[in-house]
């Protein structure tokens, strides 16, 4: 690793924050800890962070609303920690915007590969999903600003975007027209398979049809292909600049 990638481990917990920072720099990593809400905030001012390790339970604040706030500010990954593993508290950390998340307990050999896996997907995207000459992508009246990943509408409303959804309209706008499935989506968004009943992909859709303004139940731009997967009906038009 040329340069430290710096991990920002934010958990109450202070052997489990200890034993992750520790074993982070020991591979490599700069890995700043944080007990709380109020520290996270000041180690994202004093420090460029390259992705955020967040625990859901904290004693001063929601986890979840850390997450949220955050993504409305900046494209930082974030790593969800929960200690229960039921589906509701996985989906609502990638309604607020997580890009991965990690059920307790966990081995810190895996958690440095989920992180490595996000990283891995937010720099190196693949050819056809890197900003290039065609910096706008233009579709049904929207436009997808690929350098700063802001989403603009006919109304001249602009949105950032999160890292996850990001990926995910990118992958449905370089394919455009076709049928993409659960799994295949899982995999190219998040770097592993698909877990039994693991409803993050239909999630992060039901976020972006809210970006889009595309009502779920009769969508039109994000269409559900009942027992194959999702598809963008529109045409893509790449342009050089998005004014």
Not at 53 to 75: E, F, I, Q
Request: charge should be negative.
């Amino acid at each position: 690793m040329d340069t430290q990638d710096r991990i920002l481990i934010v958990d109450d917990d202070p052997e489990i924050r200890q034993l992750l920072v520790d074993y982070l720099v020991r591979n490599g990593f700069d890995a700043v800890p944080a007990r709380n809400g109020r520290e996270m905030a000041q180690a994202l001012e004093r420090h460029a962070i390259d992705l955020v390790v967040l625990d859901l339970m904290l004693p001063d604040t929601d986890g979840l609303l850390l997450c949220r706030d955050l993504r409305a500010k900046s494209n930082i990954p974030v790593l969800m920690l929960t200690a229960r593993g039921e589906e509701a508290d996985r989906i609502l950390g990638i309604e607020m915007g997580a890009d991965d998340y990690l059920v307790k307990p966990f081995s810190p050999r895996e958690l440095q590969a989920r992180i490595k896996g996000i990283l891995r997907r937010t720099r190196s995207l693949s050819p056809n999903l890197k900003p290039d000459t065609q910096r706008c992508l233009a579709f049904a009246g929207w436009k997808l600003d690929t350098a700063t990943r802001v989403l603009t509408g006919a109304d001249g409303v602009a949105t950032p975007l999160s890292g996850a959804e990001y990926r995910l309209l990118r992958i449905l706008l370089d394919h455009p027209n076709r049928v993409l499935n659960r799994d295949q989506l899982v995999e190219l968004i998040h770097g592993r398979e698909a877990e039994p009943y693991d409803r993050a992909i239909d999630v992060q859709i039901s976020r972006l049809r809210q970006r889009l303004q595309d009502d779920g139940r009769e969508a039109r731009l994000i269409k559900t292909v009942r027992g194959e997967g999702y598809l963008l009906a529109a045409a893509v038009e790449g342009r050089s600049t998005c004014d």
